[in-house]
């Protein structure tokens, strides 16, 4: 199957700094990457879906300006925490689709730490 | 919008016996159903879909399920586990020709002791 690569898989900051994760698909072209956020005992929650080239959409309740995503080629999409605080410490997770297909391929995670 | 239940969030079984994980989905429209399985320290994997055709689904490493419309149902089972298969089993749906953005379950956490 396809292979998304997040990076990185772990990441301890301090409250108020901010921290990018990646996500890039490695051997196909993602028009569509999602980004999830886990909770302990909890499903994944969608975050937002991120278009190449175009804004994101946020789902309900999802701060835009504090979860920046870009998208800015068809293989890497980015999610940056701004100003991040310990409740903002969580399991993200990406996903991505190619243009013909319908199954979402996930990368491993990041797991985020904010002391 | 679709919400997807999985029941019993931990399941312990010893090897060799049978696993069912249930699975509900809300929406009324035209579906597409996965399970994902999350082993420990890995990132989530596709075990099985189903979009159309025979309504029983083969996956990998022996896993079925089966999807029932009427009961809005796609189960997921195993006859005989074995350790390897610990891990967390996540249920997802997608409307069919939507924008692919999936709904989850909270999870079965599965454990088999050897």
């Known amino acids: 199957g396809a292979v998304v690569s997040q990076h990185p898989s772990r990441v301890i900051c301090k409250s108020g700094t901010s921290v990018k994760i990646e996500c890039r698909s490695l051997?196909?072209?993602?028009?569509?990457m999602f980004w999830y956020r886990q909770f302990p005992k909890k499903s994944l929650m969608l975050m937002a879906t991120?278009?190449?080239?175009?804004?994101?959409?946020?789902e309900q309740g999802v701060e835009k300006d504090k979860f920046l995503i870009n998208h800015a080629s068809l293989t890497l999409s980015t999610l940056t925490v701004t100003s991040a605080h310990p409740e903002d410490s969580s399991f993200y997770i990406c996903?991505?689709?190619?243009?013909?297909?319908?199954?979402?391929?996930f990368g491993q995670g990041t797991r985020l730490t904010v002391v | 919008a679709q919400s997807v239940s999985q029941h019993n969030h931990h399941v312990i079984l010893s090897e060799a016996a049978s696993l069912e994980l249930g699975c509900n989905y809300s929406?009324?429209?035209?579906?597409?159903l996965f399970w994902y399985v999350q082993y420990p320290g890995q990132h989530l994997q596709l075990l099985l879909k189903?979009?159309?055709?025979?309504?029983l689904v083969k996956g990998i490493k022996g896993f079925e399920a089966e999807f029932i419309k009427s009961k809005f149902s796609f189960n997921l089972r195993k006859p005989s586990v074995q350790w390897s298969d610990t891990a967390e089993y996540f249920c997802?749906?997608?409307?069919?020709?939507?924008?692919?953005?999936?709904?989850f379950g909270k999870g079965n956490q599965v454990v088999v002791i050897p």
């Open positions: 996903s991505a689709r190619d243009s013909g297909g319908s199954e979402a391929f």
């Open positions: 051997d196909f072209q993602a028009t569509t």
């Open positions: 991120s278009n190449e080239g175009s804004k994101a959409t946020y």
């Open positions: 929406y009324g429209g035209t579906v597409n």
């Open positions: 189903y979009f159309s055709g025979d309504p």
């Open positions: 997802a749906v997608n409307r069919r020709n939507g924008n692919n953005r999936l709904a």
